[in-house]
């Protein structure tokens, strides 16, 4: 059975995740702090049980930012991703939200496609925002979506 739902409890599963995912992963203490952060808030798919991808954002005064998003690597490109972003995307705008940001690493066009796909356009660009292992500091679009 799959849900989608707002997180209300810490998890570990999203430290696994996050980790494997990105050269500098949160540690479950970063995604404890952020849940009880006031106008943050963590949505997570689940699939019998499990986190499979989630998202973590904050909303203040009808805007929201996406902090980060993720998806078990085991579960990429099933649409998980998609499915979570939609539905984010319709409880903002019910809430009467106007506007979502996010910033996404040049080199990654997986991530700017899901976007894109979404809805989301290009709004500026943050010089050297990414650190990366073994790698030179990248570059960062800014993207807008109007709700
Ligand atoms: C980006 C990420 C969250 C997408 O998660 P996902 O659950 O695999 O995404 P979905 O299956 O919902 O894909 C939705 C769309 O994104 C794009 N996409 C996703 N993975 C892709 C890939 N590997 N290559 C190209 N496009 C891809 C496609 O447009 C896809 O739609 P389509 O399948 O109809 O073509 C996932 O790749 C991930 O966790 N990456 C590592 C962390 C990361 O980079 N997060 C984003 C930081 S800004």
Redesign the pocket.
């Given at each position: 059975m799959t849900t989608i739902r707002q997180l209300d409890a810490p998890s570990k599963q999203l430290e696994d995740?996050h980790t494997r995912?990105?050269d500098y992963g949160w540690s479950e203490g970063v995604f404890a702090d952020l849940l009880i952060k006031p106008h943050h808030r963590t949505y997570v798919f689940e699939t019998d049980g499990e986190i499979v991808?989630f998202v973590v954002m904050t909303v203040v005064a009808g805007e929201g930012e996406?902090l980060?998003?993720?998806?078990d690597?085991d579960?990429?490109?099933?649409?998980?991703?998609?499915?979570l972003l939609d539905q984010v995307i319709k409880t903002l705008k019910a809430e009467g939200a106007e506007l979502l940001f996010?910033?996404?690493?040049i080199d990654?066009?997986?991530?700017l496609?899901?976007y894109e796909?979404c809805g989301f356009k290009k709004t500026g660009r943050r010089k050297a925002y990414y650190s990366r292992k073994d790698k030179p500091p990248v570059d960062a679009h800014i993207l807008r979506l109007a709700l």
């Open positions: 995740i995912c990105f991808s996406i980060t998003i993720a998806t690597p579960f990429q490109k099933q649409g998980l991703a998609r499915m996010l910033e996404v690493a990654n066009p997986a991530a496609r899901l796909a």
